[in-house]
């Protein structure tokens, strides 16, 4: 396992998570959340450069989530705030060789995806 993710949960709308995906052992280059909701395509969420100066978000996820990144530790995070029920989702972190890229097809490391359920 390359990449794990974690800090998924129930939590009612107008609450916060935040996720967490861990890479065994070493850094990756560009990275980015994914999700996928219950009967739907996987969705772009957001995604960060190997620095963590770059960043890049959906529309959705511009102005209520922030994705960061620990490199001493192999850590990428998202941290959610003011979520919704439309946030619903299995979430996802993953690796390219492409910045920003926008297209699940556009990666070649995935994690095992974090679930987060948001009640309203």
């Known amino acids: 396992v390359q990449l794990q993710a974690s800090g998924g949960g129930l939590v009612q709308a107008g609450g916060s998570l935040r996720l967490s995906c861990a890479a065994s052992g070493r850094t990756f280059g560009n990275m980015a959340w994914f999700r996928q909701p219950p009967g739907k395509e996987r969705q772009f969420v957001a995604s960060?450069?190997?620095?963590?100066?770059?960043?890049f978000y959906s529309e959705s996820a511009q102005g209520r989530f922030t994705i960061s990144r620990d490199n001493a530790r192999f850590v990428m995070n998202l941290q959610m705030n003011s979520l919704r029920p439309e946030d619903t989702a299995l979430y996802f972190c993953a690796a390219s060789r492409r910045l920003h890229a926008l297209t699940a097809g556009s990666y070649d490391v995935w994690g095992q995806g974090t679930l987060v359920t948001v009640s309203s």
């Open positions: 960060i450069d190997g620095t963590g100066r770059s960043t």
